[in-house]
Each structure stands twice: as C-alpha cells, then as structure tokens.
C-alpha cells in the first residue's frame, strides 16, 4: 500500500487549495479514504471521510461547508479541496486507509 499526498502549501486566509492523494498497491475502490492533520503541538484529527463508493461524506465541524471531499476511482485518487482557509487550518495533512496505512504529508500553511 502506497499514499502519496500532493498539493500542499502557504495560501493568505480566505484562499483556497487543493490537495491530492494517489493510491497504489491495492484495489482502491473497495476501501473508504480519509484526510487528516496535525497541527504543532496537537493530536491528529480526522478532516474528512469517504466511503468506497463515494456515496457518503463526512467532514470534522470544523471544516464542514468549507471543504469538500472526492474521489476518481478510476485515477485511484482522492482530494480535498479547501475553500476559505483559515490560519487554524494550518497543519500537515494526511492521506489515510484503514487499518494503519498513512501518507507521508503535505504542509498546509495558512497566513498572511
């Protein structure tokens, strides 16, 4: 199993990014997908889910209505594309499957 985030990076508060997963080395469409963080000096937290299909979504309070999670079971990846950032926002994101599998992270910094 391989994750490898993308898209990460310094963004002014109100921006907006996208990040992107890749998946390999198993067969994508039958696992739900999730996105993480963790900020300095705090726990990760989970940011998003999606089932395997795609048909539910669920997002942390803190995020909901400013990002959006998907996924291209065809590509073998998901994003998360957010949307009115925030400084709180800032942490390293994370590519998840369960049971134990991360990404490596991308750096998700939100200031002017």
């Known amino acids: 199993v391989q994750l490898v985030e993308s898209g990460g990076g310094l963004v002014q508060p109100g921006g907006s990014l996208r990040l992107s997963c890749t998946a390999s080395g198993f067969t994508f469409s039958g696992y739900a997908m999730s996105w993480y963080r963790q900020a300095p000096g705090k726990e990760r937290e989970l940011v998003a889910r999606?089932?395997?299909?795609?048909?539910?979504?669920n997002y942390a309070d803190s995020v909901k209505g400013r990002f959006t999670i998907s996924r291209d079971n065809a590509k073998n990846t998901v994003s998360l594309q957010m949307n009115s950032l925030k400084p709180e926002d800032t942490a390293v994101y994370y590519c998840?499957?369960?049971?134990?599998?991360w990404g490596q992270g991308t750096q998700v910094t939100v200031s002017s």
């Open positions: 999606i089932t395997n299909a795609g048909g539910s979504r």
């Open positions: 998840y499957r369960a049971p134990d599998y």
